[in-house]
């Protein structure tokens, strides 16, 4: 059983740079987990009005209100098989802007052939996610669908109140990082958050997640 990216991509997987494939080859069947380590050359944010928006889903993990340049982050992906049985790899990002630690959670899971990105303390919000692998052999990811759970409440959110994100990553020879950029947009309002960086990896076996990084809530449905 290969990575849930790979199970995601099919042969386009192969197609992926080498180090991209090892660093989403991330998985218990490869037994190990990519810790990586970088700056942040940028982290913007829309007007003004957004910032009570990011404020709210900054408290349980979702979103980083604060911008800068230069800022250093880290990004653990470890492999857990969930409470609910279905093997998960986590996307835990922290920031230091100038001086407060902000963490953004995710957590990813393989359904029915697509990935679906948990975000938050909660996993309140459950996105589908498109991925394409494009001519240098990056990986593009791109949000759809949204569902928001909360005990008893279940709703498809409305993209129009919504923000949709677009995610590249490569590897650069060059210089030997994974470059990364992110955008959140909403339709009609334009950008809502994005960030640009580069980082270096370490691989190192596991099976399991550290408890630090999983959610305090996996939720059941996708």
């Given at each position: 059983m290969s990575?849930?990216?790979a199970?995601a991509?099919?042969?386009d997987?192969?197609?992926?740079h080498?180090?991209?494939r090892?660093?989403f080859?991330v998985?218990?069947?490869?037994?190990?987990?990519c810790?990586?380590r970088g700056?942040m050359?940028?982290?913007r944010?829309?007007?003004w009005w957004?910032?009570?928006?990011?404020?709210?889903?900054?408290?349980?993990?979702?979103?980083?209100?604060?911008?800068g340049?230069?800022?250093?982050?880290?990004?653990?992906?470890?492999p857990?098989r969930?409470?609910?049985g279905?093997?998960t790899?986590?996307?835990?990002?922290e920031y230091?802007?100038?001086?407060?630690?902000?963490?953004?959670d995710?957590?990813?899971i393989?359904?029915?052939?697509?990935?679906?990105?948990?975000?938050?303390t909660h996993q309140?919000?459950?996105v589908?996610l498109?991925?394409?692998?494009?001519d240098?052999?990056?990986?593009?990811?791109?949000?759809?669908?949204?569902?928001?759970?909360?005990?008893?409440?279940?709703?498809?959110?409305?993209?129009p109140?919504?923000?949709?994100?677009?995610l590249?990553?490569?590897?650069?020879d060059?210089?030997?990082r994974?470059?990364?950029?992110?955008?959140v947009?909403?339709?009609?309002f334009?950008?809502?958050f994005?960030?640009?960086?580069?980082?270096t990896?370490?691989?190192m076996?596991a099976?399991?997640?550290?408890?630090?990084?999983?959610?305090?809530?996996h939720e059941p449905r996708?």
């Amino acid at each position: 059983m290969s990575s849930i990216f790979a199970r995601a991509l099919g042969e386009d997987f192969a197609r992926l740079h080498p180090m991209m494939r090892r660093r989403f080859g991330v998985g218990l069947e490869a037994g190990e987990a990519c810790i990586g380590r970088g700056v942040m050359t940028r982290i913007r944010r829309g007007p003004w009005w957004t910032v009570p928006f990011l404020q709210v889903g900054r408290l349980r993990n979702i979103l980083v209100p604060d911008v800068g340049v230069d800022v250093p982050f880290t990004i653990e992906n470890y492999p857990y098989r969930d409470p609910l049985g279905r093997e998960t790899v986590t996307f835990v990002r922290e920031y230091d802007i100038r001086g407060r630690r902000r963490r953004f959670d995710a957590t990813m899971i393989l359904d029915r052939g697509r990935i679906v990105d948990y975000l938050g303390t909660h996993q309140h919000l459950a996105v589908d996610l498109d991925l394409r692998v494009d001519d240098d052999g990056g990986l593009v990811l791109t949000s759809d669908a949204q569902r928001f759970y909360e005990g008893p409440i279940a709703f498809r959110f409305p993209m129009p109140l919504s923000g949709r994100a677009r995610l590249t990553e490569r590897f650069d020879d060059a210089d030997g990082r994974f470059h990364i950029a992110l955008e959140v947009r909403n339709d009609r309002f334009g950008l809502l958050f994005g960030y640009e960086g580069s980082f270096t990896c370490e691989w190192m076996p596991a099976l399991d997640a550290p408890d630090r990084l999983k959610p305090r809530r996996h939720e059941p449905r996708t």
